[in-house]
């Protein structure tokens, strides 16, 4: 049968699915390495060519949105009328008839070096490093995984931005554990993001203010290597519990972004690319200026410590080609770079709509084209 529509041209389609479904469709396509708007595509396709699919329960279905090519829309509105199912039924029945055809190519895997760790980071501050990570960790969480986000600057805007309070400065917090003023623990601070269809496996661990204390008494320290290696002995317990640990760090090259980035080197065993630092960045020179410090304090860092600390890649955020030759021309510096760009994030609404009614943005707008970017970047951060 040839298909009366172009691929290239799509149109915006809505429908009501369960959540266990919709949640099934994602992991699935993000074990395969395909959009989810492809997926539909040929989970319908395929149901076109069927005389009829068994039904699907769609009871307790909520809003489902994707982009199918113009005319496949109208073909699967047709053939549900014959058939005598609605189309959301219709819609779910292809889904299904997708997912059927494609076995989960990957085993459980087995880690013999805790979880794997992200590090986001850039010496520049306002370039979006906390909507990235926050982004790119519900979207690994979507895909099937057991992730924590951490909130590694006392700043404290990812855990504003997620609606949640910053740990008091007189309980304990990661700060104290790091430097042993505090017996409790760890896990107890963790809190379940909820939303989405990474509920149940996304957690956060907030800020506390007292972390602005945390350089200058690690500077004091004459305690050997504390300083480097304080976030990872905390944190041993708590890698069993996650396959990724996301951390959210400030804009500094202190000591703090020191014990970061130990945290996130390739340990010994470890497959390469498994762990290390995710870089922000927006098209425009002063990026370009606070990357080449940071890149200097890696590499001071590994000199000294014999590691070696993996590029994962760049992440280009707030991109406006409106903004014109600086933007592009910058855009065009990034992806000539050695490491990858591992995706270009557009100056949308939906980011700062997320950010004001302060929930996650894949629970917000899990649709928008910056969430489905943020997927394609998580996609990639798995190989």
């Given at each position: 049968?040839?298909?009366?529509?172009?691929?290239d041209d799509?149109?915006?389609v809505?429908a009501?699915?369960?959540?266990?479904?919709?949640?099934e469709l994602?992991?699935?396509a993000?074990?395969?390495?395909?959009?989810?708007q492809d997926?539909?595509?040929?989970?319908?396709?395929?149901?076109?060519?069927?005389?009829?699919h068994?039904?699907v329960?769609?009871?307790?279905?909520s809003?489902?949105s994707?982009?199918l090519p113009?005319?496949l829309?109208?073909?699967?509105?047709?053939?549900c009328?014959?058939r005598?199912?609605?189309?959301?039924?219709?819609m779910a029945q292809?889904?299904?008839l997708w997912?059927?055809?494609?076995?989960?190519?990957?085993?459980?895997?087995?880690?013999?070096?805790?979880?794997c760790?992200?590090v986001?980071g850039n010496?520049k501050g306002?370039?979006?490093?906390?909507?990235?990570?926050?982004g790119?960790a519900?979207?690994?969480?979507?895909s099937?995984?057991?992730?924590?986000?951490?909130?590694?600057d006392?700043?404290?805007?990812l855990?504003?931005?997620?609606?949640?309070?910053?740990?008091?400065?007189d309980?304990a917090s990661?700060?104290?554990h790091?430097?042993?003023d505090a017996?409790?623990d760890?896990?107890?601070?963790?809190?379940?993001?909820?939303g989405g269809?990474?509920e149940?496996?996304l957690?956060?661990?907030?800020a506390?203010k007292d972390?602005?204390?945390?350089?200058a008494?690690?500077?004091?320290t004459?305690?050997?290597?504390i300083?480097?290696?304080?976030?990872?002995?905390?944190m041993?317990?708590l890698?069993?519990?996650?396959?990724?640990?996301?951390?959210?760090c400030?804009?500094?090259?202190?000591y703090?972004?020191?014990?970061?980035?130990y945290?996130?080197r390739?340990?010994e065993?470890?497959?390469p690319?498994?762990s290390?630092?995710v870089i922000v960045v927006?098209?425009?020179?002063?990026?370009?200026?606070?990357?080449d410090?940071?890149?200097d304090?890696?590499?001071?860092?590994?000199?000294d410590?014999?590691?070696?600390i993996e590029?994962?890649?760049?992440v280009?955020?707030l991109?406006?080609?409106?903004?014109?030759?600086i933007?592009t021309?910058?855009?065009?510096s990034?992806?000539?770079?050695?490491?990858?760009?591992l995706g270009v994030?557009?100056?949308?609404?939906?980011?700062?709509?997320?950010?004001?009614?302060?929930?996650?943005?894949?629970?917000?707008?899990p649709?928008c084209?910056q969430?489905?970017?943020?997927r394609?970047?998580a996609?990639?951060?798995?190989?």
């Amino acid at each position: 049968m040839t298909a009366p529509y172009s691929p290239d041209d799509r149109q915006k389609v809505v429908a009501k699915l369960p959540p266990e479904l919709r949640r099934e469709l994602k992991v699935r396509a993000a074990e395969l390495d395909t959009d989810i708007q492809d997926a539909v595509a040929a989970g319908v396709t395929s149901w076109l060519a069927l005389e009829s699919h068994h039904t699907v329960d769609t009871s307790g279905g909520s809003s489902f949105s994707t982009y199918l090519p113009t005319g496949l829309y109208e073909e699967l509105k047709r053939a549900c009328k014959p058939r005598k199912v609605s189309y959301n039924q219709g819609m779910a029945q292809s889904i299904r008839l997708w997912l059927d055809s494609k076995s989960s190519p990957r085993p459980a895997p087995v880690r013999t070096t805790g979880a794997c760790r992200l590090v986001f980071g850039n010496q520049k501050g306002g370039v979006g490093k906390t909507s990235v990570s926050a982004g790119v960790a519900q979207a690994l969480a979507e895909s099937g995984k057991r992730v924590l986000l951490i909130d590694f600057d006392p700043q404290g805007h990812l855990t504003r931005q997620l609606g949640y309070a910053m740990l008091d400065i007189d309980e304990a917090s990661l700060a104290k554990h790091m430097l042993g003023d505090a017996e409790s623990d760890l896990q107890a601070l963790l809190v379940p993001i909820k939303g989405g269809d990474f509920e149940d496996r996304l957690w956060l661990l907030p800020a506390c203010k007292d972390a602005f204390l945390l350089d200058a008494k690690l500077a004091t320290t004459r305690a050997v290597r504390i300083k480097e290696t304080a976030l990872e002995r905390v944190m041993a317990e708590l890698e069993r519990e996650f396959d990724y640990i996301i951390l959210d760090c400030p804009p500094s090259l202190g000591y703090t972004m020191d014990t970061a980035l130990y945290y996130g080197r390739t340990r010994e065993g470890e497959k390469p690319r498994k762990s290390g630092i995710v870089i922000v960045v927006q098209a425009e020179d002063t990026s370009g200026d606070a990357y080449d410090m940071l890149a200097d304090q890696m590499d001071d860092l590994c000199d000294d410590l014999k590691i070696e600390i993996e590029v994962m890649g760049f992440v280009v955020n707030l991109y406006d080609a409106r903004n014109g030759f600086i933007a592009t021309s910058s855009l065009q510096s990034w992806q000539n770079m050695e490491e990858p760009v591992l995706g270009v994030v557009p100056e949308l609404k939906e980011q700062r709509e997320a950010v004001r009614r302060k929930e996650p943005l894949l629970a917000y707008e899990p649709d928008c084209e910056q969430a489905q970017i943020l997927r394609k970047i998580a996609r990639r951060i798995q190989g």
